[in-house]
């Protein structure tokens, strides 16, 4: 698969890259969270990333002033796996190189399915600040040379937390996987309660 840059031209159907925001805080806060060599941990929201300055000039000026949390997701993974999407953007902080696995919710089928052959790849260095759109399907990020990435996830708060129960009635409610998180697996991937609508290849870098 041909891997492109997050600085070119072709990124911009997924969203842009934040020349001017100082992540500095974030990236170095980030050089002590744990990234395992051997999976993938998520984390929706750290309070101390959340107390830093930082922290408030990404929800006026990113988030318009909406309540926001600052987590994060750090490992190794060289597959696909899985494609979500929110009902907003998604901001990143590489504080290692990673790549990036990247669809568009416009190319989900009616049935929820989805031709692994439109994901698109996209390497991002350590320290670049970046946007996702809502409309970007995206999953965990994918290591550089098998090395653990690291990349904190900014997001209105509450997303990818506990989903409460309630009535299903729209057919879109069966890619609710928590809150403000709609997901389509890979069956490969296995995941447990996931619609299975990737279909081809569950891509490996």
């Known amino acids: 698969m041909k891997i492109q840059s997050i600085m070119d031209e072709a990124y911009k159907a997924y969203g842009r890259v934040l020349d001017g925001f100082d992540a ?3 990236i170095s806060a980030m050089k002590e969270t744990d990234a395992p060599a051997d999976t993938v941990v998520y ?33 190794t993974n060289n597959k696909l796996n899985a494609l979500e999407y ?13 790549i990036l696995l990247l669809g568009k919710q416009q ?13 698109e790849a996209f390497f991002v260095p350590e320290g670049t600040v970046y946007e996702m759109y809502a409309t970007t399907l995206h999953y965990a990020p994918c290591s ?23 009535d299903r ?8 996987m928590a809150k403000n998180k709609w997901l389509i697996a890979h069956a490969e991937a296995a995941i447990e309660g996931a619609v299975n609508g990737i279909k081809g290849e569950n891509i490996a870098l």
Not at 90 to 97: I, K, Q
Not at 107 to 119: G, M, P, R
Request: hydrophobic letters at 40%.
């Open 107 to 119: 190319d989900i089928e009616t049935d929820f399915s989805y031709d692994s052959a439109k994901v």
């Open 144 to 166: 550089v040379d098998g090395k653990p990435f690291r990349n904190v996830v900014i997001l209105p708060a509450g997303t990818n937390t506990e989903l409460e129960a309630s």
């Open 86 to 98: 929110h009902r907003n953007s998604e901001f990143g902080v590489a504080a290692s190189d990673l």
């Open 169 to 176: 009635a729209y057919p879109e409610d069966k890619l609710l």
């Open 43 to 75: 984390y929706p929201s750290i309070a101390e990333f959340e107390k830093l300055p930082i922290a408030a000039d990404i929800k006026n000026s990113l988030f318009g002033g909406l309540e926001i949390q600052l987590g994060y997701c750090n490992g």
């Open 24 to 26: 500095a805080q974030l």
